[in-house]
């Protein structure tokens, strides 16, 4: 392949755009008339034209504004056609051929241009050669980008969904999934990786260098990737069944912070092969450690992980540091089996990738370290997932997508991913881990390499695990919402009791869904008495079903035993303050565990925005759930005894705050600012919560932290890593100027990017005004990149007595704010923030204003502002109903 080096770049643009020159006819005959263009197909490409094979090349010098390319596109054509339509975003198309004969340009649009002969193609194979510019992004991290560490520039990638095009031309659809051949002329002393190994490097004029690598894997677009820079390359040993390389691709002088990645990566590596029973696929396995944790992402071979997860110094090693990196990175390789082994035909399942990998992550992470008792978080990933379900705007899991918003909305965190990978851990554990593996497996075999829809999933479930399941499984993917159960006992004079079980969708009060919902679902209960319990599961298919117990009249029950449904559950409060009381008999009967105390808890929260159960009794129950022996479930008492205040008037706001300080203020002071000697990590991580809960209410408890504080500035000592931010935002809460003047210093001298974050952010927790008006002055400016200085924004806009100024703020700026985002996706997650931000009715409606206008004009956005506007809506009716039962609460 002819190398295109910058100085032949003048000669390309030259070529330009430009039509071929028009021949003159002869006199006698008139100038030929050549048929209009077609308009641009719309979202999806039209078909007639497929890749086989891509030839990519690429000259990048990070410092550069540009990129210069060159592709070839080994195609076929499948039916006749007079253009061959391709993506390209923000390119400059230089010169284009097909089948080696000049070609012209076809204006499409913002997404799309078409190629032609001027006659028709016919169908066969077909050459198209496409030169082109491309840019590389400074300040939004999409496309081919360039971040700055230090005083070297590095350049990465991140086309998920559909930003492949932004640096290259190419059919950018998952369904177009072909092999690519990379080549790449960069700096002699730069390091470029991508997906394949690198098989050769030619030295080049101009201290360049040329980079040839191998043909890769099958891939669609959106998972190519590749890294160019000064990196350091740090042997990360072998992994797996076939000893697959491990390297960590990083900026220079960091290599200190790889302990735990070295450590963990190898056995994530061999989890996987062990539960899907085959080897790594990709041949070798480069960690690109990416600038922000946006950016992570599942390129095959060359997996891209965030700095702020990667990288841990030596004094940063905690627990949660450590589970986090472990936990994403099982996500991101669970991919390298479902979406990147088996890939998603189009966005309308682009579940298949995110619910399996949320799934799949949870099983990973507990495979590498039991202790972590990592699967009890499924309750909260779940509750998290029926929270957003219990809103009419949100969607169903599966839906159609033809427009470039529903390909954003596709990517839901709470319903694709969370909600997603409950349901499948619900019928996991209905029809057993093993069947359930098994069948899996058969998935990903028969569609090896190769692209699959849900029906092809649903497919291998009825193959695998029947009709039934297959249908179940259905009315979960296919439908939004959530089910209620309920579980009424009968207990005759002689004989087994039964269970009368009823299922509706789950909504708070006063909200009824227009249609009528209706699941097939597993529900499973545990039931006893004082001489034993029981387990059964029953297959619920229609609004009611009675069922059979084994025992003549239990005296508990758990309606979702083990917490794998996913469904919300009717309580009885007395029965459920029984569970929750280690030592009573109940208690000593069902031996509930963690997770199902974590369940029921979620559950009695569920009942007061049902109206089944009033506020005052919840929060009675307080005490009896911190007071579990078990440190995670005592943690829980925060989420129990948790209301908005935003709507509270100043006295019973204090008072509010006095219930909170004799709730969780012994608790906290017993555990202090510092991990003792012999504390489990359980007991630390309760510390963790505890002491945050506090220290921004007690000026007296908070005391300490200053002088803690004032060491980790001076040498980053004396304090525990994941209690630094809890200490910087309980000091800036009481502090003044000075201190303020310390931490923006930090700020502006920190040892890494993460570090500049988690400092900014403790900015916004200062209460005095003119600070105040400081902090977002600075989210305004330009001294610090927005990623990194939004902490500062989110915390005023949460503060009680800082929500106005920060509300004034957003009115003000919020055009200049979404102009700085990394793009759609981080717009959405702005908006949507603002637009379920609020509990009390003004505010709502002027942030309502504020982003309803500005959703339609970013992909994605919209669903998640009227997911927000109705949560904020459900909020203030909440408050209203059950504020006679707080007064009544809190006046007591």
Sequence with gaps: MRKLADVALAALLLVGCSSPPVRTAPPDRPPPVRAPDPPAPGLRLPGDVRPAQYDLDLTIVPDNERAVGRMRIDARVERPTRVVWLNATGLAIGAVSLAGSRARIVNGDDDMFGITLDRELPAGTLAIDITFETPIERTKSVGLYAEKEGDATYAYTFFEPIDARRAFPCFDEPNYKVPWKLTFHVRRDHTALANAAVVRELDEPGDMKRVELAVSKPLPSYLVAFVVGPFELIDGGVAGRIKTPVRFVIPRGRSGELRWAKEVTPKVVAALEDYFDMPYPYGKLDVAVVPRFWGTMEHPGIVAMGQPLTLIRPDQETRSRKQRYANILAHELAHYWFGDYVTMAWWDDTWLNESLGEWMDSIITNAVEPAWKFPDRRVDSATGAMDADEALATPAIRKPVDTKEGISASFDGAITYQKGGSVLRMFEAWMGPDRWREMMRGYVRKHAWGTASADDLFRAVRDGLGAETE??????????????????RTCPATGLATLALAQTRSLPAGVTDPTA??????????????????????PLEQAEAQVALELRCP????????ATGYYRSAVDVATVKALLTPGSAIARSANPTAAEKMMLIADLRAAVDRDELQLDKLLELVPVIAADPDERIAGNALDAGGFSTEPLDDALYAKAERFWLRAYGPAAKKLGWARAKGDSDERHELRRRMVAAVAHLDPAFAKPAEVLVDKWLADRTGIDDDLVDTALSAT????????????????RKPRDRT????????????????????????????????????????RILGGRTTAAAGT???????????SRMRGDDEATWLLGGLAGLSCAPERRKVLADLVGPRAKKHPGAQAAVDRGLEKSAQCIALHARQLPALQRFLTK
């Excluded at 005296?555 to 083990?562: E, G, K």
């Design 471 to 488: 249908q179940a499984m259905r009315t979960f993917f296919e439908q939004p919402g959530v089910p209620r159960i309920s579980a009424q």
């Design 517 to 538: 919902r209706l699941w097939k679902l597993p529900v499973c209960v545990r039931y006893g008495d004082d001489k034993g319990a029981r387990r059964a599961c029953w």
């Design 555 to 562: 005296t508990w029950m758990i309606l979702n035993a083990d």
């Design 732 to 747: 800036a809460r009481f502090g003044d100027r000075a201190r303020f003047d310390a931490i923006l210093g930090a700020a």
């Design 755 to 794: 570090e500049k974050a988690r400092l900014l952010a403790a900015l916004g927790s200062f209460r005095d005004p003119a600070l105040v008006q400081d902090a977002l002055t600075i989210v305004r400016g330009t001294e610090f990149d927005l990623r990194d200085s939004a902490g500062i924004l989110w």
């Design 808 to 818: 004034a703020f957003v009115q003000a700026h919020l055009d200049d704010l979404l």
